[in-house]
């Protein structure tokens, strides 16, 4: 019996472990990444921003790109619009309330392709408090490179667009000529750089 059980055991270890090694693992390199953002100010104009510290991992099936999976979190405090004083609202209370929910996060819950070289990647975007589903827009990832320090690198593009008062950050105002101070939609622009996890 006991011997029934260990072949047993074996043969799904066999059958499993083509599925375990296509996938590796890779980190964001954050000194060679970005993510950005952009929205519109007074309805005439588009301010641009980016949070500075973030850390992701991305598990990438090589055999088939569609199980693959990603982890981002972002830091709120490290948002930097290049002005001190908006920076400062942008993480008060009125926004992203900092304090209160320090990063935001995006975890991947389905890949598909969607033409040559590009994917949609379908996640959860939880941000001051709320979870909402979004879609990435995906260029990449690229080729594999080596770097001279030895380190296996690729890259990948990606955009969404979300509401921000779908997250509940609300804060506006009116415009005595019409329209809103600050919009509503939200483009999200990220560049990613990522290292390949070497196995031990």
Known sequence: MMKSIISFVSSILVLAFPLIVSATTWNIDSDHSSVGFKVKHLMVSNVKGSFEKFTGTVDLNEKDITKSKI???IETTSINTGVNKRDEHLRSADFFDVTKYPAMTFTSKKVAKSGKGKLKVTGDLTLHGVT???????EGPTAESRDPWGN?????SATTRINRKDFG???????E??????????LIYLEIEMI???PK
């Open 169 to 175: 950050l609300g804060w506006n105002k009116a415009l």
């Open 152 to 156: 296996t690198r690729k890259g990948a």
């Open 71 to 73: 982890d981002v979190a």
């Open 177 to 186: 000529t019409g329209g809103v101070m600050v919009g509503e939609d939200v």
């Open 196 to 198: 390949k996890v070497q």
């Open 132 to 138: 909402k589903e979004v879609v990435l827009e995906v």
